[in-house]
């Protein structure tokens, strides 16, 4: 018996989402080289039809878009694909003038609240103009927020449907409104933890009866194994490395890293702070480390294709950022043994003065946490040792998916 499943995502770049819903794809799989009494037909449609991390889909995986461009958004060239996307949705089936009352509606909501959100505006133009399948799905996936929830809520015809939410929901700038109450109409939300579930319940309290926890999937051993690989540092820095994955958003907070360095440089000279990804901010980031005078000592390394050597050569992870969901970069430094430092944000992955530290999203409070751990070599040892015990695997999260075919 075959089960057929469509994913739908946003964008497939590099981002922890994207990575998570590899993986997740990878273990369905998995499954069906297990048995054959249920097999899973599994299709992936990419909203916007770009994202670098295509070359790592599984064969198996049917890529639904009639195009698509490896281009990762946060990168020149691929943002100029997504202004054309947009522009070019924005015309489908007229969809930019059946949205007009409802777009500006939302405008006039955030002029109220003085922050403009464009992504918020823009969503519900890629969903209703995205590509249509007349095919009938057993199960639909919407695996992030915004775009793709209402594309599988309006657009899809599925038996079941799923929504994942990897955000705080309201911090994130989204509404019922904006939503257009679209969780509603799915069979089960599945929060990446439980903050962000109590997040979205207040927001959406009707849907607490199907609304489950599904942590996010990484393989270890696969980390491991990458973690032995060529490549990491080049430099000859031979003192305490700092690592931070993420890409270079607002999201991300870099300023407050970068202003905490500027004060950790004042008591620790041998200290030097790496970060790993890339983003539209580089630039505004590059002005400010050079304004600090840390251009040897907070340094942007660009996105790479392994970040693990990077990992196992560090020695404390900092994950100083703002409002998110549960961090797969902080999964992948606890499966590595790294102590972490991290923003209250991250509570439910760090037990603080247990496994790691957490701190203020403040640079006094950032760079007072690294400095008592780059003082403190025992410190660093027993949160290190507390990481590799931490249960960053999740096996039975995947039988609240699997389940919803057997319904």
């Given at each position: 018996?075959?089960?057929?499943?469509?994913f739908?995502?946003?964008?497939?770049?590099?981002?922890?989402?994207?990575?998570?819903?590899?993986?997740?794809?990878?273990?369905?799989?998995?499954e069906?080289e297990?048995?054959?009494?249920?097999?899973?037909e599994?299709?992936?449609?990419?909203?916007?039809?770009?994202g670098?991390?295509?070359k790592?889909?599984?064969?198996?995986?049917i890529?639904?878009?009639?195009s698509y461009?490896?281009?990762?958004?946060?990168?020149?060239?691929?943002?100029?694909?997504?202004?054309?996307?947009?522009?070019?949705?924005?015309?489908?089936?007229?969809?930019?003038f059946?949205?007009?009352?409802?777009?500006?509606?939302?405008?006039?909501?955030?002029?109220k609240k003085?922050?403009?959100?464009?992504?918020?505006?823009?969503?519900?133009?890629?969903?209703?103009?995205?590509?249509?399948?007349?095919?009938?799905?057993?199960?639909?996936?919407?695996?992030l927020e915004?775009?793709?929830?209402?594309?599988?809520?309006?657009?899809?015809h599925?038996?079941k449907?799923?929504?994942?939410?990897h955000?705080?929901?309201?911090?994130?700038?989204?509404?019922?409104?904006?939503?257009?109450?679209?969780?509603?109409?799915?069979?089960a939300v599945?929060?990446?933890?439980?903050?962000?579930?109590?997040?979205?319940?207040?927001?959406?309290?009707?849907?607490?009866?199907?609304?489950?926890?599904?942590?996010?999937?990484i393989?270890?051993?696969?980390i491991?194994?990458?973690?032995?690989?060529?490549?990491g540092?080049s430099d000859?820095?031979d003192?305490?490395?700092?690592?931070?994955v993420?890409?270079?958003?607002?999201?991300?907070s870099?300023?407050?890293?970068i202003?905490?360095?500027?004060?950790?440089?004042?008591k620790?000279k041998?200290?030097?702070?790496?970060?790993?990804g890339?983003?539209?901010?580089?630039?505004?980031?590059?002005?400010?480390?050079?304004?600090?005078g840390?251009?040897?000592?907070?340094?942007?390394?660009?996105?790479?294709?392994?970040?693990?050597?990077?990992?196992k050569?560090?020695?404390?992870?900092?994950?100083?950022?703002?409002?998110?969901?549960?961090?797969?970069?902080?999964q992948?430094?606890?499966?590595?043994?790294?102590?972490?430092?991290?923003s209250?944000?991250s509570?439910?992955?760090?037990?603080?003065?247990?496994?790691?530290?957490?701190?203020?999203?403040?640079?006094?409070?950032?760079?007072?946490?690294?400095?008592r751990?780059?003082?403190?070599?025992?410190?660093r040892?027993?949160?290190?040792?507390?990481?590799l015990?931490?249960?960053?695997?999740?096996e039975k999260?995947m039988?609240?998916l699997?389940?919803?075919?057997?319904?």
């Amino acid at each position: 018996m075959k089960k057929k499943i469509l994913f739908v995502i946003n964008t497939l770049g590099g981002a922890g989402a994207e990575m998570a819903l590899l993986e997740l794809l990878e273990k369905l799989i998995k499954e069906n080289e297990k048995t054959k009494d249920v097999q899973y037909e599994i299709s992936l449609y990419v909203l916007m039809g770009q994202g670098e991390l295509v070359k790592r889909l599984p064969g198996e995986v049917i890529l639904k878009n009639k195009s698509y461009q490896p281009l990762s958004v946060l990168q020149k060239e691929g943002r100029y694909f997504m202004y054309r996307t947009i522009l070019k949705t924005m015309f489908v089936r007229g969809t930019i003038f059946r949205l007009m009352p409802y777009l500006l509606s939302l405008l006039a909501d955030m002029l109220k609240k003085r922050k403009i959100l464009p992504d918020k505006l823009l969503w519900r133009v890629l969903s209703d103009g995205g590509e249509r399948f007349a095919e009938e799905y057993d199960l639909a996936v919407a695996y992030l927020e915004g775009g793709s929830a209402y594309y599988v809520a309006d657009h899809v015809h599925a038996k079941k449907k799923a929504a994942f939410i990897h955000i705080d929901y309201t911090k994130a700038g989204y509404t019922r409104k904006s939503d257009r109450d679209c969780y509603l109409k799915y069979d089960a939300v599945f929060p990446i933890g439980e903050e962000i579930k109590q997040q979205f319940l207040k927001v959406y309290p009707e849907c607490s009866g199907r609304t489950k926890v599904f942590h996010n999937i990484i393989n270890t051993e696969k980390i491991k194994t990458k973690a032995l690989q060529p490549g990491g540092f080049s430099d000859d820095f031979d003192g305490i490395r700092l690592l931070t994955v993420g890409r270079l958003t607002e999201q991300k907070s870099y300023p407050t890293a970068i202003r905490a360095m500027k004060m950790i440089k004042e008591k620790h000279k041998n200290v030097r702070w790496y970060v790993l990804g890339e983003g539209p901010k580089r630039k505004e980031l590059e002005r400010l480390i050079g304004s600090l005078g840390l251009q040897k000592d907070f340094i942007l390394c660009g996105s790479v294709e392994n970040p693990y050597p990077y990992y196992k050569g560090a020695d404390i992870y900092v994950h100083a950022t703002g409002f998110e969901g549960k961090s797969i970069a902080i999964q992948e430094a606890q499966t590595l043994g790294l102590p972490v430092i991290a923003s209250e944000s991250s509570r439910e992955q760090i037990k603080d003065g247990v496994d790691g530290i957490l701190c203020r999203l403040e640079p006094e409070a950032v760079s007072d946490a690294v400095c008592r751990m780059v003082e403190d070599v025992a410190m660093r040892k027993r949160y290190g040792e507390a990481s590799l015990k931490k249960n960053v695997v999740f096996e039975k999260d995947m039988e609240l998916l699997t389940g919803l075919l057997s319904d």
